[in-house]
């Protein structure tokens, strides 16, 4: 652990400074988000702030430098609705795989991408598998771990068959972020019907919701949303550490 300056982002820091904390702690943090609808409660932006806001605050308990965060995910099944913007899946797993390239060259031993959009995770896994034949850098990638746990022990409802989009859990992390950018008053409840050859083929979550919320969000609160950020950020701490020492 090092002591802190002024930012862990690198966009508001320079050459030097950046340099200066990689001699100290060379690890980086990419947050991997989304830009994607999430109900008429919440912006688009929902997986990219989390995304980011726990980077920032895994990186203030480890000295990890916060690299951008990317906004852009594999975000097929709300490709119709406005203001979606989806990236091919094998897209996103180069765009890793640039970032960890990059990094590499000026001495970062360990990155870490922290993702805030299920449908990024096989990018992530591909990313990483590819990496270990082309790099010596050290990736690690996490999603909210141990999450069945966690949504058993804090969370008063259901999941829609494990998937977790604009519920209860997500806006009760953006309650505890963000809450300007929530509208209680516009949370729903919906589950929708589970078509027999969902998952099977080109069906898609956009053409089955009415609401875009899975689960309900009307249970959400912000004393969730906080005790959620701190069993994330201390499980993705003790992940990152163990992963540095084994460098």
Same mark, same amino acid.
């Given at each position: 652990?090092?002591?802190?300056?002024?930012? &862990?982002?690198?966009?508001?820091?320079?050459?030097?400074?950046?340099? #200066?904390?990689?001699?100290?702690?060379?690890?980086?943090?990419?947050?991997?988000?989304?830009?994607?609808?999430?109900?008429?409660?919440?912006?688009?932006?929902?997986?990219?702030?989390?995304?980011?806001?726990?980077?920032?605050?895994?990186?203030?308990?480890?000295?990890?430098?916060?690299?951008?965060?990317?906004?852009?995910?594999?975000?097929?099944?709300?490709?119709?609705?406005?203001?979606?913007?989806?990236?091919?899946?094998?897209?996103?797993?180069?765009?890793?795989?640039?970032?960890?390239?990059?990094?590499?060259?000026?001495?970062?031993?360990?990155?870490?991408?922290?993702?805030?959009?299920?449908? &990024?995770?096989?990018?992530?896994?591909?990313?990483?598998?590819?990496?270990?034949?082309?790099?010596?850098?050290?990736?690690?990638?996490?999603?909210?771990?141990?999450?069945?746990?966690?949504?058993? #022990?804090?969370?008063?409802?259901?999941?829609?068959?494990?998937?977790?989009?604009?519920?209860?859990?997500?806006?009760?992390?953006?309650?505890?972020?963000?809450?300007?950018?929530?509208?209680?008053?516009?949370?729903?409840?919906?589950?929708?019907?589970?078509?027999?050859?969902?998952?099977?083929?080109?069906?898609?979550?956009? &053409?089955?919701?009415?609401?875009?919320?899975?689960? &309900?969000?009307?249970?959400?609160?912000?004393?969730?949303?906080?005790?959620?950020?701190?069993?994330?950020?201390?499980?993705?701490?003790?992940?990152?550490?163990?992963?540095?020492? #084994?460098?």
């Amino acid at each position: 652990m090092i002591q802190l300056k002024q930012t &862990n982002e690198i966009l508001y820091m320079t050459r030097d400074d950046v340099q #200066e904390r990689i001699t100290e702690f060379p690890v980086a943090i990419l947050p991997l988000g989304a830009t994607e609808q999430h109900g008429h409660h919440m912006p688009l932006g929902v997986d990219t702030i989390l995304a980011h806001e726990l980077s920032k605050k895994v990186a203030d308990k480890t000295g990890a430098l916060v690299l951008p965060p990317m906004p852009f995910g594999y975000s097929w099944v709300w490709r119709d609705i406005a203001g979606t913007i989806s990236l091919q899946q094998h897209h996103v797993e180069m765009i890793i795989k640039d970032v960890a390239h990059s990094v590499e060259r000026y001495g970062i031993k360990l990155l870490v991408v922290i993702n805030g959009h299920d449908a &990024n995770k096989a990018s992530m896994k591909y990313a990483v598998r590819e990496l270990v034949d082309e790099s010596d850098l050290k990736v690690i990638y996490l999603f909210y771990p141990e999450m069945d746990e966690v949504l058993d #022990e804090l969370m008063e409802t259901p999941t829609w068959h494990g998937m977790i989009h604009a519920c209860e859990f997500e806006t009760s992390l953006m309650l505890a972020v963000k809450p300007d950018l929530v509208d209680m008053d516009k949370a729903v409840k919906e589950y929708p019907t589970k078509d027999n050859l969902y998952g099977k083929s080109s069906m898609s979550l956009g &053409n089955i919701s009415k609401s875009g919320v899975f689960g &309900n969000s009307t249970k959400a609160t912000k004393e969730k949303g906080q005790k959620l950020l701190k069993i994330f950020v201390d499980k993705m701490v003790a992940n990152i550490m163990q992963a540095y020492k #084994e460098i």
